[in-house]
Nanobody, 127 residues
Framework: QLQAFGGGLVQVGGSLRLSCAAS????????MGWFRQAPGKEREFVSVIRWSGGNTYYADNVKGRFTISGDNSKKNTVYLQMSSLKPEDTAVYYC?????????????????????WGQGTLVTVSS
């Protein structure tokens, strides 16, 4: 089980930090990160970290504004620091983890590659 925290209402240009923690019963993952879903849209990839090596991956529309980090020693907590927020960042943000040991980039960006999902936390950016 994954639990996401930190959503809320923020003004354009503001910052917010999301957190996601995996319970002890969650199978250890190799990838952990964030997707988001805006009203009326499909869930989309935001950012993921691969624990082995610490590689990070970002969607083009958040690169340079969002930073993912995590506790690499425990591999059960991941954070998403979001800055310079825009109205189009408004969405429910979901934490997800994958147990596959190695994925190509297209898989990393796919919702189908992730085994465990959190309940989501709403981020609203007001203009």
């Amino acid at each position: 089980q994954l639990q996401a925290f930190g959503g809320g209402l923020v003004q354009v240009g503001g910052s917010l930090r999301l957190s996601c923690a995996a319970s002890e019963r969650t199978v250890s993952s190799y990838y952990m990160g964030w997707f988001r879903q805006a009203p009326g849209k499909e869930r989309e990839f935001v950012s993921v970290i691969r624990w082995s090596g610490g590689n990070t991956y970002y969607a083009d529309n958040v690169k340079g504004r969002f930073t993912i980090s995590g506790d690499n020693s425990k591999k059960n907590t991941v954070y998403l620091q979001m800055s310079s927020l825009k109205p189009e960042d408004t969405a429910v943000y979901y934490c997800a983890s994958a147990i596959r040991t190695r994925m190509v980039l297209s898989a990393i960006r796919s919702v189908n590659a992730y085994d465990t999902w959190g309940q989501g936390t709403l981020v609203t950016v007001s203009s």
